[in-house]
């Protein structure tokens, strides 16, 4: 299947986006989106060569999940 549409299902049945830093919409809205499974972990979000950068969300293999800024590969800012 379509992999952008089973993580956009995961992320809103896990009900990402609690403290609304940004939206889905506003993720949908944004520029480089990229869908990653690396290691257990997916990611969905803004990539700027081949990494990740910008706003996103990862769920990791243990269930935790993050939401906010990444910049190459490295959650930073604002993030839950």
């Known amino acids: 299947g379509d992999d952008s549409a ?9 009900q990402a986006f609690p403290q609304e830093l940004f939206t889905l919409n506003t993720l949908l809205d944004s520029n480089n989106l990229k869908l990653i499974k690396h290691d257990g972990k997916i990611y969905f979000g803004q990539v700027d ?11 990791y293999k243990e269930g935790k999940l993050y ?3 990444f910049i190459d ?8």
Do not use: H, P, Q, W
């Not at 089973?6 to 896990?14: D, G, K, P, Q």
């Open 67 to 69: 939401e906010g800024e």
């Open 49 to 59: 060569k081949k990494k990740k950068s910008g706003i996103g969300i990862c769920v």
């Open 6 to 14: 089973v993580a956009m299902r995961l992320f809103y049945n896990l």
């Open 73 to 80: 590969n490295d959650r930073t800012g604002c993030g839950i």
